[in-house]
């Protein structure tokens, strides 16, 4: 706990707002939208972040993991994080712009594209630019008296400043790429060592490598990640005449469907199959109802039956990877990379543990891991500084929150800390690292601010005026 | 969509019960009905209808509802629901001809009114149901969260079908 004397005595210049929104990615964006929404105005909320626009992390990422501009998202329509009602979507509102029908049945749009779009459209509605504040945040404290005092430092000359709240609201992505221990090894030892790349990492001089001569490369990890590398390194193949060999390992292959016929996931060929990251009703049907019920420890186990690592069925990728174990230039196999080092002439050498086989020795130009970003959460400072100060973990190893998104055990008098987005995985609502859980987080959010009296919770009138004003692109 | 049962439930009865409603008061006397039929009547085969169309789908519901539980996403896609009319007309048609209120000819009165009925509430659950309860869709189509909020649910629908009833009661 913190008090202002503190600070002052420590020459860190303090100034005040209402709600503070950390990170500045799109969990912020969506709870900053929702709480202009209910009528909070841009004065009273500010927003600490690395970031100019809140979808940077996202694009950045996205673009190293191979999502072109031009790929459908993993989410539906509705999941609209620009719009908090989802109506329009996306098609309509084209529609409605260019006075056409075909919008509706266009099938090939430009969802990332449109989704950078409209958040920016959204940012500049409720007046982002002027609540953000180009920082890095470095902890948040309770007060004594009530509310939370967000040490900052500025991003150019790293000075400390501080800003005392009511209400702040944490949500800082993941951490970084996931290293396995075998890669960071390898890059300790060499460098930057290019022939290991992560997924989530810039890593097109390996296609552009592969293009100009014959290699071979590994791909681990079997998400919807490892799909659209796959994609590209297949795409590569076709049409820019690479002759790259593919080695696909699986830590758990799935040969085909998993489960009784009543929770039965779709699977095949290694991978297992749904849509989004969880099934559906995860996000606010019937198994969301189920997981309010439940214990920590039971939501985590049913989160890794309908969550882990899955990829989208998609005809295309299928109908790619059939062609390309029939030409035999892709092969899968199950087990696990290991021995993993340099030859002389700067080849990727290592030990393939195949299941029951003899460990076989093979040889790579690259190896690319597909598995993940790291979610240690408490890798973020900022994160082990609350767990520190007493913030609870769930049974994943995450923050814990009410199912309003609350850090319980964090409340300072009257103020309240809220995180959502992949510290807080483990909860109540599953696919909270989604569009579609941000917005949701961003309401139940916003409803337990209004039960503070902070906003008012759109109810029908309020919500009707504000999604016309939305509609004519006025400011809330 | 992806509806828990209370939400499929309540979601029909409001719909019905407010939109639907005033979507059959305002086109049962302009629906084509033979020439003999007095207006009436036809506002006694719609209401009828409309009335039918709610009490059998709370059955409907339950059907649909076990279905879904053989959907790994657990979830009911929106086409479901516009071709779910295919097996819903059947029972309502039986059950209006058998309250005897469908005079020779109203097949056309019908039909008309129970698809135009059906699409409209369809496109309402599509997305403009959002724009005045923000909620809906994420609580699995169940208007309430706490027990003020059910109060509007309650209210809405029971207003809406008294006066369905009454309206049907006055014209008999
Ligand atoms: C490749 C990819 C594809 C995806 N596709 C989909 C999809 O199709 N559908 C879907 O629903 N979701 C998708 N997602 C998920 C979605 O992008 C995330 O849920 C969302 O971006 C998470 O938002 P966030 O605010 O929690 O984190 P971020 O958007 O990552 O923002 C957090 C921000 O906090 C900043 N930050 C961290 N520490 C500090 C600090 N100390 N001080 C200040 N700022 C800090 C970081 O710079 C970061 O920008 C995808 C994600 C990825 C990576």
Known sequence: MWDDALLAAAGIPITDAHVISIGGGLGSFAVVDFLRIAGVEASQIRVLSRLAAPYDTFAALA??????????????SSSTIDN????????????????????????????????????????????????????????VRRRAGGGYLVLAS??????????????????????????????????EQYGACPQVANAFEPHEHVYRQ?????????????????????????????????????????????????????????????????????????GGGQLRR??????????????ATIGGTTTARRRRWQRQLSRARRE????????????????????????????????????????????????????????????????????????DVEPSFELRTMRSGAGRLYASGAATLGGALAPVDSFWGLMHAAMEITDDLADQ??????????SLTQWWRWMRNRPP | MTMTLGGRLQTRLVLLSSIGLLWTIAISAVLPRPWDVPVHAAFRITLASSVVMTILGFFWE??????????????????????TAIVEVVPVWWSVRALNVLPNGCALLFAIHFTTTWILIWLITLGPISIVQPRWRFEGGEFSRRPGDALVTFVVSNTGMVIALVLLWAIW
Not at chain 1, 64 to 72: F, G, K, N, T
Not at chain 1, 87 to 116: K, M
Not at chain 1, 453 to 462: A, I, K, N, S
């Open chain 1, 63 to 76: 673009r190293a993991s191979q999502l072109r501009p031009e790929d459908r998202l993993r989410s539906d």
């Open chain 1, 84 to 139: 908090v009602w989802g109506w329009p979507g996306y098609a309509l509102c084209e529609a409605w712009t260019e006075r056409s029908l075909s919008p509706l049945w266009r099938v090939v749009t430009e969802p990332i594209l449109t989704v950078v779009a409209g958040v920016q459209r959204e940012a500049t509605r409720i007046g982002w630019g002027d609540m953000l504040v180009g920082c890095r945040a470095e902890v």
């Open chain 1, 154 to 187: 500025r991003l150019d000359d790293t000075a400390l400043f501080a800003v005392r709240c009511q209400h702040a609201y944490v949500a800082l992505g993941y951490p970084g790429p996931r290293l396995l221990p075998d890669t960071a090894a390898l890059r």
């Open chain 1, 210 to 282: 592969l293009v100009r001569s014959p290699g071979r490369v590994v791909v681990r990890g079997a998400g919807i990640t490892a799909s659209r590398i796959l994609e590209r390194l297949i795409h590569d193949r076709d049409t820019l005449g690479a002759r790259t060999e593919v080695l696909h390992v699986f830590r758990h292959y799935v040969p085909g469907p998993v489960g009784p016929p009543w929770f039965r996931r779709a699977g095949g060929d290694g991978f297992a199959y749904q849509p989004f990251n969880f099934p559906r009703a995860a």
């Open chain 1, 290 to 303: 189920r997981m309010l019920a439940m214990t920590s420890e039971e939501r985590a186990l049913l989160i």
């Open chain 1, 328 to 399: 035999q230039w892709y092969r899968a196999v199950v087990g696990r990379v290991g021995e993993l080092d340099l030859d002389g002439s700067g080849r990727l050498r290592f030990v393939l543990f195949n299941g029951g086989a003899a460990p076989r020795p093979e040889a790579a130009d690259f190896l690319i891991d597909a598995t993940g970003l790291d979610d240690t959460i408490t890798r973020h400072p900022l994160i082990a500084d609350l767990v520190d100060c007493g913030a609870g973990l769930n049974a994943l190893g995450r923050l």
């Open chain 1, 453 to 462: 009296g902070t906003c008012e919770f759109p109810g029908v009138m309020r």
């Open chain 2, 62 to 83: 339950l059907v649909y509802h076990a279905l879904q539980q053989l959907r790994w996403d657990k979830d009911w896609p929106p086409l479901f629901g516009l071709l």
